[in-house]
């Protein structure tokens, strides 16, 4: 189970109509979490490291994250986050 973490042009974020998807935001904290689906989300603000038994991996602000359905992750809110998000 692979965290991916993709660079989105401006045209990918409006064709995918990201901007549109409603927001999720967070304190500087630490919390356990499995994904039931899939999700896929635009970070606009932050800075957040998750780790899980398969890898650790750091994202920030313009990234764009895709967690496979059934990741168990420990997340890590370094910086507060603001993001869009959509559950597959």
Sequence with gaps: MKIE?????ESKIAEKNIL????WSCEIS????????Q????????????SSEFETVRFSAGDF????KGLKCRWKV???????YSFN
Aim: charged residues 30%.
């Design 78 to 84: 370094m910086q507060p986050v603001r993001k869009h």
């Design 39 to 50: 999700e896929t989300c635009l970070l606009l603000e932050g800075e957040v490291e998750v």
């Design 20 to 23: 549109q998807w409603p927001i």
């Design 5 to 9: 973490i993709i660079k989105l042009s």
């Design 65 to 68: 994250v895709v967690f496979p």
């Design 30 to 37: 630490e919390f356990d979490w499995e994904y039931s689906d």
